[in-house]
C-alpha cells in the first residue's frame, strides 16, 4: 500500500541529533517510497512558550533549513506550517470534545514532561491537551505512517482512539489509523547521561553545532567513573559514549570490538572520545556546510513554506470539511 506519511516537530530551538537518528534519517530515506508532509508545528510549540511567542516564531526557519541540510527534499516532500493550516485547529475543537481531562492527565510523556517543568495547576490548558492537536494533526492528512521517537508513542495511541471515536459518532469511517514508526535509535540520551536528548533540557548537540561545541560536549560525556586507569575494566552500559557510537558509528563489528577491549582493560576514555568525536565531525560537517549555504537567502525558505503550506491546506481543509459533514453540522455547506 502506498504509505501516507506525517512528521513533525516544534519550532522551539533548533533540531539535535537526537532528531537526527530518531526521525530525520528515516524522513529522507522514506522521499523516496512515500508521501510525505513534514509539518513545523509552532502552534504546538506556543503550549509552553505562550509569554514568548517569538522564540517560536525565530525558530521556524531555523528548523527549514535543518530539514534542507539534511536532505529533505521540497521537491519530494511537502513542508508546511500549522499556523497557517486552520482547518488543524478547527479538527482540534472537534476531537477535544472526545477526549476526557484523566485521558489526557494519564498519558506518560505528557506526565513527564508537566513534572519537568513545573507547572503544578497553572499548566496551560493548551499543554495539557497538545496531543490532541497532534492527533488533529495526523487525521488531517490522513497518514497511516508516522516516524517518531519513542516519546511519542502515547500520542499514535491517543490519535487512534481518536480515530475509533470519530468513526464512531459519524456511524462510518471518516478517518483512518496510523501506526508509529521507530528508527534504530528511538532515543537518543543527552549528552549529559540524562534519558534523552531534549531542547527543553538543554543537552543538545545541534545540527549546526560548529567544530569547538561538538569537541567540548563530547569532552564532557559522562564515561564510566569507575574507570580510572587505563588498564582497569570498564563498563559499556549506560557509558554514554558507546551508547553515542552505537547510534552513529557506520561500523558496528569495529564498535563490537572496541567494547570488547574496553571491558578487558586497555582501552582510554580518551582514545575512545577521539573515534566518537571524529565519527561526530564527520556527520555534522557536511550538514553544517549545507546548512549554512540555505540559511541566509530566507526570501527562499519563505517560498519553500509557503508553496508547501498552500498544498496542504486544500488536503487537511477537505478532511475538516469531511469530518464536519459526518457530524450533521455542515448546515450551512
Ligand atoms: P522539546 O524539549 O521542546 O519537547 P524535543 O527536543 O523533544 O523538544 P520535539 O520537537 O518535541 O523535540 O520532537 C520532535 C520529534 O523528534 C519527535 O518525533 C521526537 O520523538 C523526536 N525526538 C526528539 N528528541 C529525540 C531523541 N533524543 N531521540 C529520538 N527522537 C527524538
Ligand atoms: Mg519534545
Redesign the pocket.
Known amino acids: 500500500m502506498h504509505q501516507k506519511i506525517l512528521?513533525?516537530?516544534?519550532p522551539?530551538?533548533s533540531l539535535?541529533l537526537?532528531?537526527y537518528?530518531?526521525?530525520l534519517m528515516q524522513r529522507v530515506a522514506l522521499q523516496d517510497t512515500a508521501s510525505q508532509t513534514i509539518l513545523i508545528?509552532d502552534m504546538q510549540?506556543l503550549t509552553?512558550n505562550g509569554h514568548n511567542p517569538r522564540k517560536v516564531a525565530d525558530n521556524i526557519l531555523n528548523v527549514l533549513a535543518d530539514y534542507l541540510a539534511v536532505g529533505i527534499d521540497p521537491e519530494r516532500t511537502v513542508i508546511c506550517l500549522q499556523s497557517s493550516l486552520p482547518a488543524l485547529a478547527e479538527l482540534t475543537m472537534y476531537y477535544a470534545n472526545l477526549v476526557s481531562v484523566s485521558r489526557l492527565e494519564r498519558n506518560p510523556t505528557v506526565k513527564t514532561?508537566i513534572a519537568g517543568k513545573q507547572f503544578g495547576r497553572s499548566i496551560p490548558a493548551g499543554f495539557l491537551s497538545y496531543p490532541i492537536s497532534q492527533a488533529a494533526d495526523i487525521t488531517a492528512f490522513r497518514a497511516t505512517l508516522v516516524?517518531?521517537?519513542?516519546?511519542?508513542l502515547p500520542m499514535i495511541e491517543l490519535t487512534n482512539e481518536v480515530v475509533r471515536k470519530v468513526n464512531q459518532v459519524a456511524g462510518k469511517a471518516v478517518l483512518i489509523e496510523c501506526r508509529p514508526l521507530l528508527?534504530k535509535?528511538?532515543?537518543?540520551?543527552?549528552m549529559d547521561g540524562k534519558a534523552?536528548?531534549?531542547?527543553?533540557?538543554g543537552n543538545?548537540i545541534t545540527l549546526g553545532s560548529d567544530e569547538a561545541e561538538i569537541r567540548q560536549a563530547v569532552k564532557m560525556m559522562y564515561t564510566d567513573p569507575n574507570h580510572v586507569r587505563i588498564e582497569d575494566p570498564g563498563t559499556v552500559e549506560g557509558n554514554v559514549v558507546f551508547t553515542y557510537l552505537d547510534a552513529f558509528y557506520p561500523d558496528e563489528a569495529y564498535i563490537q570490538q572496541l567494547k570488547r577491549d574496553y571491558r578487558h582493560g586497555g582501552l582510554a576514555d580518551s582514545r575512545l572520545k577521539k573515534i566518537l568525536e571524529e565519527c561526530l565531525q564527520e556527520t555534522l560537517s557536511p550538514i553544517r556546510q549545507r546548512r549554512a549555504e540555505v540559511i541566509d537567502d530566507k526570501a527562499r525558505l519563505i517560498s519553500i513554506l509557503r508553496s508547501g503550506t498552500e498544498k496542504a491546506r486544500l488536503e487537511t481543509e477537505a478532511v475538516a470539511r469531511e469530518v464536519k459533514a459526518s457530524f450533521g453540522l455542515d448546515v450551512l455547506g
Request: hydrophobic share 20%; net charge negative.
Open positions: 512528521t513533525g516537530d516544534r522551539t530551538g539535535h537526537g532528531h537518528v530518531g526521525s508545528a510549540g509552553d514532561e516516524p517518531v521517537g519513542e516519546d511519542q528508527s535509535v528511538p532515543r537518543l540520551p543527552g534523552k536528548m531534549s531542547k527543553s533540557l543538545t
